[in-house]
């Protein structure tokens, strides 16, 4: 079959490559010349504004298949108002919206403050993907508001929340078929920061939990049997961008043509002729041909020139390393998984703000990624600007439970309940809290400041958070957190810390880093009027991992035993105080690094204050000082650290049988860490979320309601009442989250 495909860009090149795949003669052009239908067999046009200039209807004029949309079925893209008015007539599930005039800032201003909403800003015409603006606050949306209303109409709408995901449908006017969904990144910087672009990357299928199908019915099938009604068949590929919103899949737009980049990802996954399949629609029966996908993993990552999208810069030599022909028009890997697309290229210098993108292969989407990103490292132009973490939200996506990153809390329950016989068959009357409890709590009689003291004793680890601290070449606050995770866990019986021992092991000593380690153990120390006894330095080559080291550490405090929490008086009814942790503290870092596995840790996110690395390895707080003034007033009737387990697991510890916790999500600021990771983990549940994280709560005061003000007023920073004691049956010490 001879092909001829309208355009130049990546996307154009992905379609050639597609047909080429299965011997189809295909060129590209800028438009149709003087083609006629002796010249060509079918035409695919690539951009949206020869689809909005007629190259379909030139092509029904001169008798060639044409798969493509009319000029008038193109204003599906071309007007925001129009898409958007049509979705909303069909019942198509989308975000409200409203469309202003050129110029009528004022009007758009007046309805934006009355719907008392964030809102998003999109010019009403074509902007190659870059006539959106995402606000982050009042300012920046009344600016763009202005600025965007000098440029043309422009519609307003509501702005929704969730992962985006791209549903390409292959339409012959009264059915289509699915590509595999794909995921775009649209912002230029890593971690979705910076301004929108038309795409630095994608990848394909994206792991959300609808069926396309299902997606076909809700956002395709309206738009054709429209069409059809009309007597004006959509023929061609229609485009809607989707947003997976807690209330469902929500439209973000329409587009009447292959999405760019998505489509250097879904490509390379069709097994069925690309040609045949579109010849097939144009006749109306794209049924006829079955569509196969390849049981594997795309991932596109696109090189862009500096100052892209603004105004990039062109004509810098392109270096090519580890790519096997000279050919800009079909160049093909060294690696069989890696296939690169041009764009932006002429005569082997930039030429576009997208310069080329690299499609990799995969059986899963790290292997896909990691051959994308091996043939990019081929790739070399002065300042060329790469994402690094392209699919970055999938692991978020594809994880469900603790469990499925390696831990089971449950089976480390299991294993405490196995050993405790054994443990308590060794105690003497002197053991006052034994296994179960935060800390080891022994007589000390001969202590003798007090009248009748006893020792508090705790020995805990850093957990794997020491595997990114030594990754990022921070290990300072590593200390500070095996301290302040020892403090708290003898406070919550009263105790104040006397001494500590440290552990330090690892498959080959650094003496920097173990002087580092040991003097944020010393700064802590010192900050709480703890001495630093001893410890033990060990070398085990072969055990840790080259690079990797561990901590853990024991420290012994001293209370009074008529002080000793928790009281006796815990019952229902009893007032549940949450005071802020200082990020995740030393727990659920196996989950975390998976989380965030393929974003720089140099990133500063949208709403922080400071890089993402540093967020995560924040020193584990200790509440010695915070929480003084409330001890001392004798009201406080227990205290829980929020450590391993979260609050499902570490309340019950102070909790009296039969009395159940009930706490009330949405009554503490989580802080942007904790709302990220949320967003992120869209397979997890609160549940879930709560038991393996302490979610921004580190410590929990239980009073009576009756003293609850008072004890807030005694702690100098802000708290939050985040539940109650409930009376529950016997044998029940349970948390609810409601």
């Known amino acids: ?148 209303a000098k440029l043309g109409p422009f519609v307003l709408e509501e ?20 590509l595999p969904l794909a995921q775009d990144h649209k912002r230029i910087g890593e971690g979705d920061t910076g301004p929108n672009t038309g795409g630095m990357g994608a990848y394909a299928p994206a792991p959300v939990a609808f069926d396309a199908t299902e997606l076909l019915a809700t956002f395709v099938q309206p738009i054709l049997d429209y069409y059809a009604s009309s007597g004006t068949p959509y023929v061609g590929v229609l485009y809607a961008g989707l947003m997976l919103t807690a209330d469902g899949p929500r439209l973000i737009e329409y587009n009447c043509r292959f999405g760019d980049p998505e489509t250097q990802a879904v490509l390379p996954l069709l097994e069925t002729d690309l040609a045949e399949l579109a010849l097939a629609c144009t006749r109306h029966d794209v049924s006829s041909v079955p569509v196969g996908v390849r049981d594997a993993v795309a991932c596109t990552v696109v090189a862009a020139a500096p100052g892209y999208p603004a105004s990039p810069s062109t004509g810098a030599a392109i270096t090519l390393t580890g790519f096997s022909t000279t050919d800009w028009a079909n160049r093909s890997s060294d690696d069989p998984n890696a296939i690169l697309f041009p764009a932006g290229v002429s005569d082997g210098r930039t030429a576009g703000g997208r310069v080329l993108a690299v499609t990799g292969l995969g059986t899963d989407l790290a292997a896909a990624r990691a051959a994308a990103y091996r043939a990019m490292d081929g790739v070399s132009f002065p300042n060329m600007i790469v994402r690094r973490d392209i699919g970055w939200r999938a692991p978020g996506a594809m994880l469900t439970s603790y469990a499925s990153t390696g831990v089971d809390i449950d089976e480390g329950n299991r294993a405490v309940e196995q050993m405790k016989g054994a443990v308590e068959r060794t105690l003497g009357s002197d053991v006052l809290r034994g296994v179960g409890s935060f800390g080891g709590v022994l007589s ?96 085990m080559p072969g055990v840790y991992a080259a ?61 922080f204050d400071q890089e993402l690395g540093d967020a995560l390895l924040a020193p584990h707080r200790s509440y010695l000082g915070v929480l003084d003034g409330a001890l001392e007033s004798g009201k406080v009737k227990a205290l829980a ?46 549940h879930e979320l709560h038991r393996m994280l302490n979610m921004g ?42």
Request: overall charge negative.
């Open 1 to 148: 079959m001879r092909v001829v495909v309208i355009g130049r860009g990546g996307r154009e090149h992905a379609i050639a490559w597609s047909c080429e795949e299965h011997g189809h003669t295909v060129s590209l052009a800028d438009d149709l010349g003087e083609l006629t239908a002796d010249d060509v067999d079918l035409v695919i046009p690539g951009p949206e504004a020869a689809l909005v200039d007629g190259v379909a209807d030139e092509c029904s004029f001169r008798k060639i298949p044409c798969f493509g949309p009319t000029s008038k079925q193109a204003r599906i893209e071309s007007s925001k108002g129009f898409s958007r008015h049509l979705a909303d007539s069909l019942g198509v599930p989308g975000p409200v919206y409203e469309r202003f005039e050129e110029l009528d800032a004022d009007g758009a201003i007046a309805w934006w403050r009355g719907f008392g909403k964030p809102v998003v800003v999109k010019l009403d015409g074509l902007a190659a993907g870059k006539g959106v603006i995402v606000p982050a606050d009042d300012d920046e949306t009344e600016a763009a508001i202005r600025s965007t």
């Open 159 to 178: 702005r929704i929340s969730g992962p985006e995901c791209s549903l390409l449908a292959l339409c012959d006017g009264n059915s289509a078929v699915a």
């Open 444 to 539: 000390a009689k001969r202590i003798l400041e007090r009248a009748d003291p006893v020792l508090v004793a705790s020995t805990d680890g850093v957990g794997t958070k020491v595997e990114l601290a030594a990754r990022l070449g921070k290990v300072r606050n590593i200390g500070h957190d095996i301290v302040n995770h020892c403090i708290d866990d003898v406070l919550v019986q009263s105790a104040r810390p006397f001494f500590f021992l440290d552990y330090i092991a690892a498959s080959k000593l650094d003496a920097d880093l173990v002087a580092d380690v040991v003097t944020g153990m010393a700064e802590a120390c010192e900050a709480s009027g703890c001495v630093l006894l001893g410890g033990e330095t060990a070398e």
């Open 547 to 607: 690079g990797a080291f561990d901590v853990a550490g024991t420290l012994v405090g001293i209370a009074e035993r008529s002080e000793l929490l928790p009281r006796d008086d815990v019952s229902p009814g009893d007032v549940l105080i949450g005071v802020a942790s200082s990020g995740p503290h030393t727990n659920g870092f196996s989950f975390l690094r998976k989380l965030f596995d393929w974003v720089p840790m140099n990133v500063t996110p949208p709403g």
């Open 641 to 686: 650290h929020i450590t391993g387990g979260g609050l499902p697991e570490n309340l019950p510890r102070v909790l009296p049988d039969a009395v159940d916790a009930e706490i009330r999500l949405g009554s503490w600021p989580k802080g942007p860490l904790f709302e990220l990771i949320g967003e992120l983990a869209t397979g997890v549940d609160d």
């Open 697 to 738: 709560i580190g410590m929990v005061v239980v009073c009576d309601p009756a003293d609850a003000d008072a004890v807030q007023a005694s702690i100098d920073e802000p708290t939050w009442q985040i539940g109650t004691l409930v009376r529950s049956r016997p044998g029940s010490r349970t948390v609810h989250l409601i």
